[in-house]
């Protein structure tokens, strides 16, 4: 299995672009997870899913970030407009179900909004 | 609410010598309690958990963890640090949110192994 694959791995865009982040979890892994790394805060928690379904969007800073699960085998994260202060590294994962599984985070996309 | 707080920002090691990371949790019920680490430019990677069981639990690369439930504390160890160790520490512990469990992680923990 070649794991979580996110991409872009790098993106640089202008203040105001819309951007989206790709996320192609691990088969047969239920849940899906979307988080965002900064110096300041640290790992947060924006969205996750299961089985495809949204279930906890309370992270997602503003109705600028959207995110969508077409189906068990992809993910977008979806940033309109793009601000200086979204720049951050975003990471995927997943995992199966049940309690006591790690997960498996994506090797992360380096968003740089300037 | 569930928390772990991680309260060393970097920890500094000689290579060879033993090395403890520190977590301590917060959590109404049992604690299920996780520790990933972060290499350079790359996502986390699971190294072990507690669930339930032996206190001392065994993971990936020699480490392991001591539960402590008088302490509230799950400190990662090695007996021996390697350079290669050199990286970020996460601790995390699941909190339940939407029906599920997920993990909340710590701020985490620099660890630098010197040569």
């Known amino acids: 299995d070649a794991g979580v694959i996110q991409s872009p791995r790098h993106e640089v865009t202008e203040m105001g672009q819309e951007v989206t982040l790709r996320c192609k979890p691990i088969?047969?892994?239920?849940?899906l997870f979307w988080y965002r790394q900064t110096m300041m805060r640290g790992l947060e928690l924006l969205i996750y899913f299961n089985n495809n379904v949204p279930i906890d969007d309370s992270g997602m800073p503003e109705d600028r970030f959207s995110a969508k699960m077409p189906n068990a085998s992809f993910s977008t994260l979806k940033i309109q407009p793009s601000e200086p202060r979204d720049s951050a590294v975003y990471f995927c994962?997943?995992?199966?179900?049940?309690?006591?599984?790690?997960?498996?985070f994506g090797s992360g996309t380096r968003l740089t909004v300037v | 609410a569930q928390s772990v707080a991680q309260p060393e920002d970097q920890v500094n090691v000689a290579e060879g010598n033993p090395l403890t990371v520190k977590c301590t949790y917060s959590?109404?019920?049992?604690?299920?309690l996780f520790w990933y680490v972060q290499y350079p430019n790359r996502g986390l990677q699971f190294l072990l958990k507690y669930i339930t069981g032996d206190n001392l639990v065994k993971g990936s690369y020699g480490f392991e963890a001591e539960f402590n439930k008088s302490q509230t504390s799950f400190h990662l160890k090695k007996p021996s640090a390697l350079v290669s160790d050199s990286a970020l520490y996460f601790c995390a512990v699941l909190t339940e949110s939407g029906g599920s469990y997920i993990p909340t992680f710590g701020r985490g923990t620099s660890l630098i192994v010197h040569p």
């Open positions: 994962a997943s995992r199966p179900k049940g309690l006591g599984y790690g997960y498996t």
């Open positions: 088969s047969g892994h239920d849940y």
């Open positions: 959590v109404s019920g049992n604690p299920y």
